[in-house]
């Protein structure tokens, strides 16, 4: 196979840290001579970057390892790399059940992935590359995958809060920031090279950038980015003890961030909220939510349903609690026992049958609040970012600053002035379609 000829498919799965990692690690293979394809049939190699989260992730994760694998078959990789969450906790496993796997790696071991690729493809079976998951090697090194008006920016990596339930610092290791400096530096890259208006902030605790080295730091780090030639910077993923006053009102003073955030809640029922590991309760996330609501920030939330001990006074306590929030939007999800982790071992573990008959009871009330609210935005004016055409609409359709990429939904809309992809206009919002918005220009 001639250095030129090398092509590589890449299918990335999970959250938008893992998409960073993705666009790292195709930096790192276009560094070796590869090129990407969109085709799985065309490609020489295959890199499935995994998610192991909770058990669909892991799943889906599986699945995707599988179908990549049956191109060795029918295509013409010859080398199946499989990276990510789901490699790190699960290495062993997969190396053993899924025999078509050429080449593990760890969640720190992008770097080295297109040379163990490259000893793969000579023919050696490569051992998996395994790292300390807290042994960090952040890069800068990227090739976006995003449309180029806005990309992730990760200020950091792991997670030291330690709910009950959760799997990721024994898969990512523990808090680290990224330096601030090196942040500022990938922004401007990003924004100068890339043309990038939109910066979207993500970590799997945004509120807690810089404590690690005994100080926060978000607001300064803010502060610099916000001197860059950027439209809007999002905030996602923030932890509720640590949203304060100093912050919410810098969130509503700074005309570049985004007045939207996503805080995962979790629940509100006080016992279920110390089970969990939570470092709040009911009262206090109660005055959280008033509080952003009263300086007009839109709110997204998670909640998980189905945790061990949550029986139907807690359940219904939460289903009363969406009513009164009134959040923008949420995600539901039922309980997940992930080995290894202190949730696991409670007692009061709840049915399968019994969480899923929860979580689509919370979508219903949800959907019923979020309906009530969209229907309260017509009439209003907002800057919307304009990306694509639905021609089965035949609509523009954009986002505004409360509707995150993939996450929430869009706004379409329609415009008697010429529009152009990635730019702002002022969209009067004329209707609502289930999660989406519905508008036209106004000049």
Not at 35 to 56: H, R
Not at 129 to 153: E, Q
Not at 357 to 379: C, F, M, N, P, W
Not at 411 to 440: H, M, N, Q, W
Request: hydrophobic share 40%; charged share 30%.
């Amino acid at each position: 196979m001639s250095e030129t000829s090398k092509k590589l498919g890449v299918i990335s799965l999970g959250c938008d840290k893992n998409r960073v990692d993705t666009e790292n690690a195709l930096a790192y293979f276009a560094d070796a001579g590869y090129t990407a394809v969109a085709d799985l049939s065309e490609a020489d190699v295959i890199l499935v970057n995994t998610c192991g989260f909770i058990d669909p992730a892991k799943q889906e994760s599986i699945d995707a390892v599988l179908e990549a694998a049956a191109y060795k078959k029918s295509g013409r990789c010859r080398v199946l790399a499989v990276s990510g969450c789901l490699a790190q906790r699960y290495g062993a496993d997969l190396q053993e059940g899924i025999p078509e796997i050429d080449v593990l790696a760890g969640t720190e071991r992008y770097a080295d992935l297109p040379a163990a690729v490259e000893r793969a493809l000579a023919g050696e079976r490569v051992q998996p590359l395994t790292n300390d998951i807290n042994d960090r090697s952040f890069t800068s090194r990227r090739v976006l995958t995003t449309p180029a008006h806005y990309a992730y920016l990760r200020i950091a990596e792991g997670c030291s809060n330690r709910c009950t339930y959760c799997a990721i610092p024994y898969i990512r290791g523990n808090y680290t920031s990224r330096p601030l400096e090196e942040l500022v530096a990938e922004a401007k890259e990003l924004v100068d090279g890339w043309g990038v208006k939109e910066l979207i902030l993500v970590a799997q605790d945004v509120t807690r950038y810089g404590t690690d080295g005994g100080r926060k730091q978000l607001i300064p780090l803010l502060e610099r980015l916000s001197a860059l030639d950027v439209r809007w910077i999002r905030l996602l993923y923030l932890y509720p003890e640590q949203v304060d006053d100093e912050l919410i009102d810098y969130i509503a003073s700074n005309d570049k961030i985004c007045k939207y955030v996503d805080i995962p809640l979790q629940h509100i029922n006080d016992k279920i909220l110390k089970r969990m590991g939570r470092r709040v309760n009911g009262e206090q996330i109660r005055a959280l939510v008033k509080k952003l609501r009263d300086k007009g920030i839109f709110t997204r939330s998670t909640f998980i349903v189905g945790f061990p001990g949550e029986g139907e006074e807690e359940f219904e306590e939460l289903l009363a609690f969406l009513k009164e929030a009134r959040f923008y939007a949420c995600g539901f999800f039922a309980y997940s026992k992930e080995e290894g982790t202190p949730a696991a071992k409670l007692p009061g573990q709840v049915g399968a049958r019994v969480k899923a008959a929860r979580r689509k009871r919370a979508y219903a009330v949800q959907s019923a609040v979020s309906a009530e609210d969209k229907e309260k935005l017509i009439g209003r004016t907002f800057d919307t970012v304009y990306e694509d055409i639905d021609y089965d609409r035949q609509t523009f359709r954009g986002r505004t600053a409360f509707q995150t990429p993939d996450v929430d939904g869009v706004t379409y809309f329609t415009s008697s002035v010429p529009v152009d992809a990635g730019g702002v206009y002022r969209v009067k919002i004329t209707g609502v379609c289930g999660e989406d918005l519905i508008g036209e220009v106004v000049e």
